[in-house]
């Protein structure tokens, strides 16, 4: 992620939503990693065994990278994001070295055995950042490509109809894809990709929400007060009824991951 004035406005504070404390603190809502996510990235590291986490967020995949690897550096824009990750569960790792630096002039001069990105990649200057990566991963090393969701049919459904009406991203375009851009650019060549299999996921609505809340488009940080609190209100609409007797959500857990190799290198 760039601070520079080559991103168009409205991306640029979209981007900016991740540096308010509340936004990385809404992040608790957000799903984790399935183990088989984490299991394949860590198949994928090539020696060195030294991994580099590109818009690392609160550590979401590098903290359960981390006793996995020799080595892991997360790098973040912003500084709400890294303090949040510090206090969360294997966010203060002695291998797991935080840095709040933008992706593309990263100041590190080592060698990197795979480079992950976690929702992040469409966020970048993506020529910028190939050029970059170029100059990081050992011969052979990938760039994996990650997302998850915790999801099921009824709340798809609901949130189909309900997001359209807070987005702040009314323009957003669900099919495009950052690894895709940089393929027909000649800039990375796909070697693979899985969709792990559903796992069931519990978490409270309220939790459901915050996680909703940690996106850019649904920052409680771009709405009025009366809008966040229209907008929680629709969701437990949809979410309550389907609560167990315990007050959870049974949601379920998928990632997808696709990794390849960067290709155009002169």
């Not at 984790?32 to 991994?51: C, F, G, K």
């Not at 459901?208 to 940080?221: K, M, N, P, Y």
Request: hydrophobic residues 40%; contains cysteine.
């Amino acid at each position: 992620m760039s601070k520079d004035a080559d991103m168009p406005q409205p991306r640029r504070e979209l981007a900016a939503t991740f540096q308010h404390a509340g936004v990385a603190a809404a992040y608790r809502g957000r799903p984790p990693y399935p183990d088989e996510a984490i299991e394949l990235l860590t198949d994928l590291v090539e020696r060195p065994a030294r991994v580099l986490d590109i818009g690392a967020g609160e550590g979401s995949l590098a903290r359960p990278l981390a006793p996995r690897v020799d080595e892991i550096v997360a790098v973040e824009l912003y500084d709400a994001m890294v303090s949040a990750g510090r206090t969360l569960p294997g966010g203060d790792a002695a291998n797991l070295h935080w840095v709040v630096e933008p992706v593309e002039t990263f100041t590190d001069t080592g060698t990197f055995g795979l480079a992950v990105a976690g929702a992040s990649l469409h966020w970048f200057d993506l020529l910028t950042l190939h050029r970059r990566l170029a100059d990081l991963l050992a011969p052979g090393a990938v760039l994996a490509v990650c997302d998850r969701w915790a999801r099921s049919p009824q709340i798809s459904a609901g949130l189909a109809e309900i997001v359209p009406r807070y987005s702040r991203a009314p323009e957003y375009d669900a099919s495009y894809s950052a690894t895709g851009d940089l393929a027909a650019r000649g800039l990375w060549q796909q070697h693979g990709s899985r969709t792990t299999k559903p796992v069931p996921f519990r978490q409270s609505v309220s939790d459901f929400i915050e996680g909703l809340h940690s996106t850019s488009t649904l920052a409680r940080e771009l709405m009025t007060g009366d809008e966040a609190d229209a907008f929680d209100t629709d969701v437990h609409r949809i979410a309550d009824p389907l609560v167990d007797d315990d007050g959870l959500l049974t949601l379920q857990l998928t990632s997808s991951v696709v990794w390849g190799e960067l290709s155009g290198i002169s």
